[in-house]
T-cell receptor, first 116, second 111 residues
Framework: NAGVMQNPRHLVRRRGQEARLRCSPMKGHSHVYWYRQLPEEGLKFMVYLQKENIIDESGMPKERFSAEFPKEGPSILRIQQVVRGDSAAYFC??????????????FGAGSRLTVL | RKEVEQDPGPFNVPEGATVAFNCTYSNSASQSFFWYRQDCRKEPKLLMSVYSSGNEDGRFTAQLNRASQYISLLIRDSKLSDSATYLCVVRRTDSWGKLQFGAGTQVVVTP
């Protein structure tokens, strides 16, 4: 039973380029979450999605960041025109739907973005 | 003020000793509480959920004090493999998917 799969694990971009991070949830999980961890800081919530629907994007920066979880394929976190301050570890997590009684998120290994 | 605050440490603990540390949270609407463990540059992994009556999982004991808005983690008989950063995590009643993470408490177990 594969866990939450994220790729790429490491991504280097120059300022102004685009970064795309992908996340495949655990089998049977329908909800996906993206968190960002800056160096020496805690994880910060970005967005919560289910297939074809954004449930909560209150943690997303207003510009350059977008997320989707299409009917088919992985969830994608897209960062346009990256800046050095976007350098961070981006963790994806997944869970069954809350109404199932599930209470816990399972995290992927993360994607580390470095902006030169 | 951060919603979840932790002493960053490090707590240097001799192997076999006991270590305990707290986490405070500011939002009284907080509903669920967890301790996650994060090894260097890896993903957070659930250590244990924290229940109102307190709970134990092997060498780990978690306590919740709603009146004072803090949770604690105690590790008995520390092992070298317990060296990690322990993340205090809180979920509010009004936002199921949005976990609030503390910045973590670093524990270093020494031989």
């Amino acid at each position: 039973n594969a866990g939450v799969m994220q790729n790429p694990r490491h991504l280097v971009r120059r300022r102004g380029q685009e970064a795309r991070l992908r996340c495949s949830p655990m089998k049977g999980h329908s909800h996906v979450y993206w968190y960002r961890q800056l160096p020496e800081e805690g994880l910060k919530f970005m967005v919560y999605l289910q297939k074809e629907n954004i449930i909560d994007e209150s943690g997303m920066p207003k510009e350059r960041f977008s997320a989707e979880f299409p009917k088919e394929g992985p969830s994608i976190l897209r960062i346009q025109q990256v800046v050095r301050g976007d350098s961070a570890a981006y963790f994806c997590a997944s869970s069954p739907p809350p109404e199932s009684g599930a209470n816990v998120l399972t995290f992927g290994a993360g994607s580390r973005l470095t902006v030169l | 003020r951060k919603e979840v605050e932790q002493d960053p440490g490090p707590f240097n603990v001799p192997e076999g000793a006991t270590v305990a540390f707290n986490c405070t949270y500011s939002n009284s609407a907080s509903q669920s509480f967890f301790w996650y463990r994060q090894d260097c540059r890896k993903e957070p992994k659930l250590l244990m959920s924290v229940y109102s009556s307190g709970n134990e999982d092997g060498r780990f004991t978690a306590q919740l004090n709603r009146a004072s808005q803090y949770i604690s983690l105690l590790i008995r008989d520390s092992k070298l493999s317990d060296s990690a950063t322990y993340l205090c995590v809180v979920r509010r009643t009004d936002s199921w998917g949005k976990l609030q993470f503390g910045a973590g408490t670093q524990v270093v177990v020494t031989p």
